[in-house]
């Protein structure tokens, strides 16, 4: 038995250094905004286009580029999304104007629905068949503890220095990824070689599949259920479960931890069985959700239901990876950068019906009830697809295009 499958390849350590930079610089920027407006003389709705400006982005490159290098091979793709995310990070440290500062938050955004795609493809690549959901999930790892350790480091960085430096960090934290990608993922083989010969043509095919389509549905309606009601969490906290407003940012590490433990079991137990760990994980967090609804007067619940929520919404991430990639079997590479497009439609589908049923004068619990509805079509989609997909059973997945681990 290779050492692939008995030990923790080093690759997947820098797939986790490289998404943890990335998911750094996709949220500290909302505890640093503040400081951004008042620096650049613009309005908090301007400054809020360097959040929702990167979100648009991250939804375009995940599909665009990801097909525009399907031939190229993928160590070498990762490491020029990794020169990509340095240098937009750079420009946003660097930035003398708020138009600066967009143009480097957008180019530092392209690389990031690229970079999960491919990333999750190649550590899945790493292991062997039985250990890739949670190979996906160590990856995936990186985006937790950014949120965990990165963000209150990152931001209290920047209140205390200057938002700039909170920048120069993440540069320092892409320059240390590009090096451990350099060196620990392997240079030859198939986890980290192009796309099939079929190419762009190839990629494209595995879009013609039933179960690719119910896959990024369930991945836009279940993920984003948990990321609408969370978009406005904040509201719920301080109006209806009555806690101080210095108590959130605290809360808010409890729900990181939650998204940390949640990725790791989810990535364990979907390796075990894809399809019971999806329907388990979407039909707990329907009942979380609800549950948090109805308990949300109450602090005590109210703090136990936040660790839960992002438990089992971050549980969805590593098998809602798999299930697509298993689909798109011969091709994954650009069905998996669609589905990290699909994470991104889901978090603003959810964030926008949340904002409708608070300007509809439903209470800040509304948007936990519309996240639960959401979640509860996803299962439902969910239940549809694996029917179908027992009527009609796809190839075994054991795609030679991620690598043969016991070689």
Excluded at 68 to 97: E, H, P, Q
Excluded at 144 to 149: C, H, Q, R
Excluded at 243 to 267: D, E, R
Excluded at 347 to 363: D, E, H, K, M, Q
Aim: hydrophobic letters at 60%; one cysteine or more.
């Amino acid at each position: 038995m290779s050492q692939r499958t008995s030990a923790l390849p080093g690759g997947l350590i820098a797939l986790a250094i490289g998404a943890f930079g990335i998911g750094l610089t996709e949220f500290v920027i909302m505890g640093l905004l503040p400081q951004v407006a008042a620096d650049f003389a613009v309005t908090e709705s301007v400054a809020g286009w360097l959040i929702s400006g990167y979100a648009l982005s991250v939804a375009v490159g995940g599909v665009a580029l990801t097909a525009a290098v399907t031939r190229l091979r993928r160590k070498n793709v990762l490491l020029g999304l990794m020169v990509l995310f340095i240098a937009g990070n750079l420009v946003s440290a660097l930035a003398g104007d708020y138009a600066t500062m967009l143009a480097g938050r957008i180019v530092a955004a392209l690389c990031h629905g690229a970079f999960f795609g491919i990333g999750a493809v190649v550590a899945a690549g790493l292991v062997a068949p039985a250990r890739r959901a949670g190979a996906i999930a160590l990856m995936f790892a990186g985006l937790t503890t950014a949120n965990v350790l990165g963000v209150p480091f990152g931001t209290f960085l920047g209140q205390h220095l200057g938002w700039r430096a909170t920048f120069w960090a993440i540069t320092g934290v892409g320059v240390v990824a590009l090096i451990g990608l350099a060196l620990l993922v392997p240079g030859r083989g198939p986890a980290t070689d192009a796309a099939p010969a079929g190419g762009l043509r190839g990629e494209l095919r595995a879009f013609t599949r039933r179960q690719v389509w119910f896959s990024l549905v369930i991945t836009i309606l279940g993920f984003g259920g948990m990321f609408g009601a969370f978009t406005y969490i904040a509201y719920t906290l301080t109006e209806v479960s009555g806690f101080a407003t210095a108590t959130v940012p605290w809360l808010l590490v409890l729900f990181g931890v939650g998204l940390f433990a949640g990725n790791l079991a989810g990535g364990r137990a979907a390796d075990v069985s894809l399809s019971r760990t999806l329907v388990t994980v979407l039909a707990v967090l329907t009942v979380v959700l609800v549950g948090f609804a109805l308990a949300a007067t109450s602090p005590v619940l109210t703090v136990a239901a936040l660790l839960l929520m992002g438990a089992f919404g971050f549980a969805t991430v590593p098998p809602l990876q798999m299930r697509i990639m298993k689909y798109a079997h011969q091709a994954p590479t650009l069905a998996s950068g669609a589905n990290i497009a699909a994470f991104n439609v889901g978090n603003a589908l959810g964030a926008w019906i949340g904002g409708v049923t608070i300007s509809a004068g439903l209470g800040y619990t509304a948007p936990i009830w519309a996240g639960a509805a959401l979640t509860l079509l996803g299962l439902v989609v969910l239940l549809v697809a694996e029917r179908l997909a027992r009527r009609a059973p796809a190839r075994p997945a054991a795609p030679v295009e991620l690598v043969d681990a016991a070689a």
